[in-house]
């Protein structure tokens, strides 16, 4: 871990480009808001900002210290790139491609002004514990054309491991934002099941299972497709939630009080990357559903993340269920896993968390990586 220095403030241009679900904000929102708490200067462009209304509620007004929302289509625009001072590093999330009008206009500043130092260019991508990760995290890419031609990218692989770029640290104390969160305040016993999912087969197994130990369940159900995909089930007919178990569905919460909820529950159900990694820092037995890929290269992603996680047996075969890799009758002890998931579940979690705890988090490596190169 290091002790480092402050870090010298610089200015950063970071660039999403939003596919489709939260991940993409969620995860530059969140590089923007931690590398703003360290003492840079951010400017995050971005071509729909709509998520960021309850995500991160101030940021489009201006009021998030240190982060300033810019839209994308501005930056094509000489007349608006021409009033902004020149960053010390762009950032182009999961390969979007920087606006060429954007490139354009800071070459020809840098050219036009000796001395001036270029920016330094980084790629970040998506994560993943597949060995891809440490093989490429760092390489430089020469800019072969373009009004950029001859100048360098880096690329940056978040990861699990030190020879990674890291995870962006959710330490949970500081994710509470003072607000006490409402879902939360249930009877004594009743274990608490947060659900953030895409559509999974298994999702009749799953909800059928809970309560049957005879203990109360209140699940919280994230908004959007998950609220979508319980509430058709509910709604199906053909299926019957046990007795004990409540449904909860949550409003969009902040970032901040989704890391909360994550804390405060007793299992997470998680989805794409960065609510797998809150689900980390929370430090609770979990099942992750990775982004399903039409080629299935999510299934070697989570045998990976499986494999780094030191997941027992158990816990294997019901990610791979919930993943749609194996029917959930195929699984041995179902549901006696799911009842007694705060024993060695919970551990394997916990684990998995002191190993990361020990690690430089993203931001202390990409402001690494800026100071050796520039
Ligand atoms: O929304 P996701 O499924 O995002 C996915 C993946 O990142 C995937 O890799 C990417 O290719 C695809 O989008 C386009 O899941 P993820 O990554 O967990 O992002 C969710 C974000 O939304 C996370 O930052 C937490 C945040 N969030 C809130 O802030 N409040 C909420 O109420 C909810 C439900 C989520």
Same mark, same amino acid.
């Given at each position: 871990?290091?002790?480092?220095?402050?870090?010298?403030?610089?200015?950063?241009?970071?660039?999403?480009?939003?596919?489709?679900?939260?991940?993409?904000?969620?995860?530059?929102?969140?590089?923007?808001?931690?590398?703003?708490?360290?003492?840079?200067?951010?400017?995050?462009?971005?071509?729909?900002?709509?998520?960021?209304?309850?995500?991160?509620?101030?940021?489009?007004?201006?009021?998030?210290?240190?982060?300033?929302?810019?839209?994308?289509?501005?930056?094509?625009?000489?007349?608006?790139?021409?009033?902004?001072?020149?960053?010390?590093?762009?950032?182009?999330?999961?390969?979007?491609?920087?606006?060429?009008?954007?490139?354009?206009?800071?070459?020809?500043?840098?050219?036009?002004?000796?001395?001036?130092?270029?920016?330094?260019?980084?790629?970040?991508?998506?994560?993943?514990?597949?060995?891809?990760?440490?093989?490429?995290?760092?390489?430089?890419?020469?800019?072969?054309?373009?009004?950029?031609?001859?100048?360098?990218?880096?690329?940056?692989? !978040?990861?699990?491991?030190?020879?990674? $770029?890291?995870?962006? %640290?959710? @330490?949970?104390?500081?994710? #509470?934002? *003072? =607000?006490?969160?409402?879902?939360?305040?249930?009877?004594?016993?009743?274990?608490?099941?947060?659900?953030?999912?895409?559509?999974?087969?298994?999702? !009749?197994?799953?909800?059928?299972?809970? $309560?049957?130990?005879? %203990?109360? @369940?209140?699940?919280?159900? #994230?908004? *959007? =497709?998950?609220?979508?995909?319980?509430?058709?089930?509910?709604?199906?007919?053909?299926?019957?939630?046990?007795?004990?178990?409540?449904?909860?569905?949550?409003?969009?919460?902040?970032?901040?009080?989704?890391?909360?909820?994550? @804390?405060?529950?007793?299992?997470?159900?998680? =989805?794409?990357?960065?609510?797998?990694?809150?689900?980390?820092?929370?430090?609770?037995?979990?099942?992750?559903?990775?982004?399903?890929?039409?080629?299935?290269?999510?299934?070697?992603?989570?045998?990976?993340?499986?494999?780094?996680?030191?997941?027992?047996?158990?816990?294997?075969?019901?990610?791979?269920?919930?993943?749609?890799?194996?029917?959930?009758?195929?699984?041995?002890?179902?549901?006696?896993?799911?009842?007694?998931?705060?024993?060695?579940?919970?551990?394997?979690?916990?684990?998995?968390?002191?190993?990361?705890?020990?690690?430089?988090?993203?931001?202390?490596?990409?402001?690494?990586?800026?100071?050796?190169?520039?």
């Amino acid at each position: 871990m290091s002790t480092a220095a402050p870090d010298r403030p610089r200015l950063w241009d970071i660039f999403c480009h939003v596919i489709d679900n939260f991940g993409d904000v969620g995860l530059l929102w969140r590089l923007s808001a931690a590398l703003a708490a360290r003492g840079q200067q951010v400017r995050l462009w971005i071509d729909d900002a709509s998520a960021l209304a309850w995500m991160a509620p101030g940021a489009l007004a201006g009021e998030w210290p240190g982060v300033r929302v810019m839209a994308w289509t501005d930056a094509e625009h000489a007349s608006v790139c021409s009033t902004l001072p020149c960053a010390d590093v762009w950032i182009e999330g999961f390969g979007c491609d920087i606006p060429s009008g954007f490139v354009a206009h800071f070459a020809q500043r840098w050219g036009d002004q000796a001395g001036l130092a270029q920016p330094m260019w980084v790629n970040l991508e998506y994560l993943s514990a597949e060995a891809y990760v440490e093989r490429n995290h760092g390489l430089p890419s020469p800019v072969l054309s373009g009004p950029a031609r001859g100048w360098t990218k880096y690329f940056f692989y !978040p990861g699990f491991t030190a020879g990674s $770029g890291g995870l962006i %640290r959710n @330490a949970v104390e500081r994710a #509470a934002d *003072g =607000r006490p969160n409402p879902s939360l305040v249930n009877a004594d016993g009743e274990r608490r099941i947060s659900l953030f999912c895409y559509e999974p087969e298994a999702l !009749p197994a799953l909800l059928g299972s809970l $309560g049957q130990d005879g %203990r109360a @369940a209140r699940l919280l159900v #994230a908004h *959007g =497709r998950t609220t979508h995909a319980v509430r058709r089930l509910l709604d199906s007919g053909g299926f019957r939630l046990p007795g004990h178990v409540q449904v909860e569905y949550l409003p969009p919460l902040s970032q901040t009080r989704f890391d909360a909820l994550l @804390a405060d529950c007793d299992l997470n159900m998680v =989805r794409g990357e960065d609510s797998l990694v809150q689900a980390l820092w929370a430090g609770k037995p979990f099942i992750w559903q990775a982004y399903p890929q039409s080629d299935a290269a999510h299934r070697t992603k989570l045998e990976a993340f499986l494999d780094w996680l030191q997941a027992d047996a158990a816990v294997r075969e019901m990610h791979r269920a919930w993943n749609g890799f194996c029917q959930p009758a195929e699984v041995p002890h179902w549901n006696q896993t799911l009842a007694d998931a705060d024993g060695r579940w919970k551990s394997q979690v916990t684990d998995a968390r002191l190993r990361l705890m020990a690690q430089d988090d993203l931001p202390t490596r990409l402001l690494k990586t800026v100071n050796e190169n520039r």
